[in-house]
């Protein structure tokens, strides 16, 4: 079974300085997809960012990059030039490559951006 | 596009209840699944549906039952409810491989 730890619960980072969340998973599989959702206090689970586990390029999306560890089974999250409206909850997730788009979430880090 | 949407936004049932959630997936999406979100935690895979059918089924009794109706809509049923089925219900919707698309969820309370 596929494991996502995030072992960050709270985190801070003041505004327009960059802040890296971290994630690691455990899996047997050699494809699959990671993601980090970012969950405001709407509710609503938002994608950041995605990265396919065959392809060596670090995913980067605006101010959102990622560091993705194949053999140490790792993929931190890198905000840059921080925001107010980057404060939420923010969620690892693992999808395996045959897993019909079923998604298997850490427990979230709470981030805060501090003006 | 008024991207996945869900109802009721709240709502507040007793235990032994029943209780049926409703989801409308983004426009063209075919695939509805289903998550649990306990206070504090990641969310948690329930089911998914396709074409009509439960395709995959995550670690929940069977007080949880789905359907999927031809217009692609779902509903989550959940039968004599406990303390602590209450969560927040999020539905995602897909079409492509290694896609979901969230709705805002139904936050449940069962007192």
């Known amino acids: 079974a596929q494991t996502v730890t995030q072992s960050q619960p709270e985190m801070s980072v003041q505004e327009a300085e960059t802040v890296t969340l971290s994630c690691t998973y455990d899996t047997s599989e050699s494809n699959y997809y990671l993601f980090w959702y970012k969950q405001p206090p709407s509710r609503q689970m938002i994608l950041v960012i995605r990265q396919e586990a065959y392809k060596q390029q670090n995913a980067t999306e605006n101010r959102f990059s990622v560091n993705f560890q194949k053999a140490a089974k790792s993929f931190s999250l890198k905000i840059s030039d921080s925001q107010l409206g980057d404060t939420a909850m923010y969620f690892c997730?693992?999808?395996?490559?045959?897993?019909?788009?079923?998604?298997?979430f850490g427990t979230g880090t709470r981030l805060t951006v501090i003006p | 596009d008024a991207g996945v949407t869900q109802s009721p936004t709240h709502l507040i049932k007793t235990r032994g209840q029943q209780v049926t959630l409703r989801c409308s997936p983004k426009s063209g999406h075919d695939t509805v699944s289903w998550y649990q979100q306990a206070l504090g935690q990641g969310p948690q895979f329930i089911f998914q549906y396709y074409e009509e059918e439960e395709r995959q089924r995550g670690n929940f009794p069977d007080r949880f039952s789905g359907h999927q109706f031809p217009n692609y809509s779902s509903e989550l049923n959940v039968n004599a409810l406990l303390l602590g089925d209450s969560a927040l219900y999020l539905c995602?919707?897909?079409?492509?491989?290694?896609?979901?698309?969230f709705g805002q969820g139904t936050r449940l309370t069962v007192v």
């Open positions: 997730a693992f999808m395996s490559e045959t897993g019909a788009n079923n998604l298997f």
């Open positions: 995602a919707s897909s079409l492509a491989v290694a896609e979901a698309f």
